[in-house]
C-alpha cells in the first residue's frame, strides 16, 4: 500500500524542541507518511521523515534573500526536489539532491520529476504540469469553467425532466 502527504501551506518543524527552525512550504509531499489532518509537520513525529518534495511560487513580496534562505533551509533539511516558480516573470527553477547538496536542474522545461513523475513545460510565463501518462493538469480557472459547465447542463436536464413530466401529465388528463 503506497503512503503518501501533500499539504499546503503547512509548517514544518524539522528539529524537536527548536521553533526557530520552521518553514512553510507553499506545497510538500512526504513518501512514506499516512495522509491524515496536521497542523503542523513535526518531522520527529513523522519517523524523521523529511518532505521529499517541495514546491514555492514566488510572489511580489519575496525578496532574493528569504528565497536564498529558504533554499538554504530545504538544502539543510534533506529536500530531495525543491521547484520555484516566478509567475510574475514566467521563471521555473528546480533543483535535485546530489548527496548533501541540492543541484540545479538545466533545463527545465521537459523536466520529469523522478519522485512525482510529472512533466514540467513552460510557454511564454504559464506553466504546464502533465501527469505521468501525459495528460496536462487543468488549472484552477479551467476546473472552474468545467464545474460551471456542469452544473448549467445539470441544470437544463431538469428543466427538459420537468417540462417532459409536465407534457406527460396534460396528454394522461
Request: aromatic share 12%; proline share 5%.
Amino acid at each position: 500500500m503506497k503512503k503518501w502527504f501533500v499539504a499546503g501551506d503547512l509548517l514544518w518543524y524539522p528539529v524537536e524542541g527548536n521553533n526557530k527552525q520552521i518553514k512553510t512550504p507553499d506545497a510538500m509531499v512526504v513518501f512514506g507518511r499516512t495522509k491524515y489532518h496536521r497542523s503542523s509537520y513535526k518531522q520527529w513525529l513523522e519517523d524523521d521523515i523529511a518532505p521529499q518534495v517541495v514546491f514555492e511560487i514566488r510572489s511580489p513580496c519575496n525578496k532574493d534573500s528569504e528565497m536564498e534562505e529558504k533554499f538554504q533551509f530545504y538544502q539543510n533539511y534533506q529536500v530531495e526536489e525543491y521547484y520555484l516558480y516566478d509567475p510574475d516573470k514566467g521563471h521555473l527553477k528546480g533543483w535535485i539532491r546530489g548527496g548533501n547538496h541540492l543541484l540545479s536542474i538545466v533545463p527545465m522545461d521537459g523536466w520529469i520529476s523522478p519522485r512525482l513523475g510529472i512533466r514540467f513545460e513552460r510557454s511564454g510565463k504559464e506553466l504546464m504540469l502533465y501527469h505521468p501518462d501525459g495528460k496536462r493538469f487543468t488549472s484552477h480557472e479551467e476546473e472552474t469553467t468545467r464545474a460551471n459547465v456542469a452544473e448549467q447542463q445539470a441544470e437544463v436536464a431538469e428543466a427538459e425532466i420537468t417540462l417532459l413530466k409536465a407534457l406527460l401529465a396534460k396528454k394522461d388528463s
